[in-house]
């Protein structure tokens, strides 16, 4: 019987292009799970290749994106798992881990921007400088900002997107130029959302007088009780 794979840690010991070249060296199949603050996400391998990527409401590059931003956080990898879909099977591992690296060198270099959950920032308009790529998601934030009255919190929850993309966006338009903080929402935490919960799994219930995992028709003994517990 094959022994299963285990591996988690920190992003912040081991960063996600170092992790991503490991599985693919080692021909891993399986999922990597990544957890920062209340952001998630996943990154799927099949044989040491990245076939797809998914966080928040994202899949593909935009997913990869995403996740480049985890500079801190945790990471775990889940053997065998599969995605539903393969969203980056057409691209090449080693390209999309120099994705990864580059993506992450710039958000680093951001750091001094990126504004806190309670921050409000305010769009200040201009033309967007030649090279500065710019998402649909980029520019809701953008128009959404202009009045300078959402706090980075606000702004994620209303256009329904992740908090650390928001404040990653709102970085980067203030290193252009074209966004500035004007103020700061005191009602705000800055403490981090939990991570959503997964619903849980339905169950059914069983027949009337008949005992769960028992044969069909069999009935149902009275219950029996042991300082005050149910012990049966």
């Known amino acids: 019987m094959a022994s299963t794979f285990f591996l988690s840690g920190s992003l912040e010991e081991i960063p996600l292009p170092d992790i991503a070249r490991l599985f693919q060296s080692t021909r891993k199949t399986g999922k990597l799970g990544l957890t920062s603050g209340s952001s998630i996400g996943a990154i799927y391998f099949d044989r040491g290749e990245i076939v797809d990527c998914q966080s928040s409401n994202m899949s593909g590059l935009d997913a990869l994106k995403h996740v480049a931003l985890f500079n801190r956080g945790n990471f775990e990898f889940t053997d065998g798992a599969t995605p539903a ?8 591992t080693a390209e999309l881990i120099n994705f990864l690296e580059t993506r992450m060198q710039e958000s680093r270099q951001l750091q001094e921007l990126v504004p806190s959950v309670a921050d409000i920032p305010r769009y200040l308009g201009g033309a967007i400088p030649a090279g500065l790529e710019v998402s649909a998601a ?37 290193a252009a130029g074209l966004m500035e903080i004007v103020g700061r929402d005191e009602t705000v935490s800055d403490a981090p959302l939990p991570p959503p919960t997964p619903p849980p799994a339905a169950v059914v219930p069983p027949k009337r007088d008949e005992v769960p995992g028992s044969p069909t028709g069999a009935t149902s003994a009275a219950p029996r009780f042991w300082r005050g517990r149910r012990i049966d």
């Open 138 to 174: 980029d520019l809701a934030v953008a128009l959404k900002a202009s009045s300078g009255t959402h706090s980075v919190r606000r702004l994620a929850m209303e256009l329904s997107l992740d908090e650390t993309m928001v404040a990653y966006t709102i970085a980067r338009l203030r």
């Open 85 to 92: 879909s393969q969203s980056l099977n057409t691209y090449e």
